[in-house]
């Protein structure tokens, strides 16, 4: 059994805020040690979430991609789409997962802007569910300390 | 006295008429603004026989910040504004030479024993205060909607625009800062600018000085409740005096997590004082534009300033944590304007 590495980011920050910050000079570095510790916290946060998250968002966005496809009328977006929804992660790492899920919002974002350009309730029903990814990516990115 | 305290107490000594044995000593960095490095300092010398003291506020361009503004633009701002019924503290020398001090910079005057953080004002004594401090703070804000920029003289400083695109002008420009430093997408801010251009605002009421950070956090406040300073003015410009209102109504400013604008007052109080103070209508359609665009606008500086730690360009831990935790935030409150918040 040995330390969790949450656990470890969440002893740094009680130091730097009870221990050290209180004795450093002047206020401005006062202040910003204070941050840093703030700062682990979120790290510490983002620590636990940050495979499943990017995980469970490029699933989500896959099957948005390959729901859409199908309403969408350009025939490049259609098939950048549809190549989007059958491409998998390759790995776990934090890094790749991230690089996949910036490619696959960069997307969203093409898909959103064309679907608003759209009539008819097909193409609001895509719209209402992209607003609805919107705000679960939103979620899952949230941290304790945001004012809202 | 420090290397820093002896160029700027050489600085000073060409700059006070007859001033002799100049000093400066107790530079040091405190927080203030987002833009510039920010310091205070004692300024000691002789003059007409009498030794006088000072305390200064130095604000110097750092390489990097949240956001990039014209220092002409803000110190002009508070010498506009100095005596009048806007409190600011007295903007006394600007130098865009970064010979001085290897960076252009601009000093004024300290003033002391007051609180501006968010954290003094959730706790006693000053708690009890903050609904005062919010009719002052709201009713200042009229006030900077309701003065003549060109009476003021910032018309010059300040490039005017035509009534009906002064939301065009601030919403290309934070386009623009996004497309440039953005380091990841951003669907919700994006699909925001695409729904501020299809629902473009009634054009302002009239054309106004335009504080631009106009939040909790940028005045000086004393124990009796009173404003005593409205500070950073490093983002003024003229423009809509909507975009203040909606600006310093933003949810990302309401850390007391209690439901009261900028942590002081109801929202539908402040925006009565806001437009008893101000004579103009904060038209509810209008008001929601500038409140969306809000989002866009923090959005841009959240960005910015995340572009500029990962850049190496400045290493404040601030940078890092508004990017992420404001950012965030700052899609919840645009999600929760447009309806879109479970």
Redesign the interface.
Known sequence: MKPEASHALERLMQALLTEIAPSVQPAYRQASVSIQAMLLLSVREELERAAARRVEENRALRALFADAAKAVTEAPLRDHLASAAASTDASLLVSELEAGNRALRALLIELHAHVESLVGPEARRIEAAIWRELSASTERRKLSLGPC | MSDLERRLAAYLALRVPDARSVEVSGL????GGASRETSRFVLRYQQDGQRIERRLILRRDPPGSLIETDRRVEFAAYRAFHGSGVPVPEALWLEEDPAPLDFPFFIMEELTDLESSIQALLSPPYLPLRAKIGQRKWTILGEIAQADPARLGLVGLMPPAALEQCWQRELTHWERVLDEDEL??Q??T??VI?WLRRNPPPPAQKLSVVHADYRTGNFLFDAEGEIRAILDWEMAHLGDPLEDLAWGLG?????S?DGLAGSLLPRAEAIRIWERASGLRAEPSALLWWELFSCVKGQGIWVSGGREFQDGVNH???L??SS???G??Q???A??L?G???
Request: proline share 11%.
């Open positions: 040091e960095r405190i927080h990841e997408p669907p919700v994006r699909a695409r949810a990302v400013w309401q850390w997590r404040d831990p601030v890092c944590m992420w935790m404001m965030n935030s899609d919840r409150a999600l929760a447009l879109h918040l479970p």
